[in-house]
């Protein structure tokens, strides 16, 4: 079974950046599509993006143009780049392969 262990969540300013990172341990990460969700207290778990093996990518449409998901095979490790940051990407990120979920890495976006 393998493991997600997310990272780069901070408290940043309204217009701010970040960058997400997700470690996945166990073989066959290129083989796995991979994807980020996020959930904001009492809201449910949503899907942010997605990024398949072949690489082709899915965006939810209140991030498009802002983040960029990306997946480097070699490390084992996704990425999630989100810029223009705003207060309702509040909200605790997670990865997935969607059978195994990571703990989530806290983004809040505040002035």
């Known amino acids: 079974q393998a493991q997600l262990s997310e990272s780069g969540g901070d408290l940043v300013q309204p217009g701010g950046s970040l960058r997400l990172s997700c470690v996945a341990s166990g073989s066959e990460f290129a083989l796995r599509n991979m994807a980020w969700y996020r959930q904001a207290p009492g809201n449910q778990r949503e899907l942010v993006a997605y990024i398949a093996t072949n690489f082709e990518t899915r965006y939810k449409d209140s991030v498009k143009g802002r983040f960029t998901i990306s997946r480097d095979n070699d490390k084992h490790i996704l990425y999630l780049q989100m810029n223009n940051l705003k207060p309702a990407d509040t909200a605790v990120y997670f990865c997935?392969?969607?059978?195994?979920w990571g703990q989530g890495t806290p983004v809040s976006v505040s002035a």
């Open positions: 997935s392969d969607f059978t195994n």
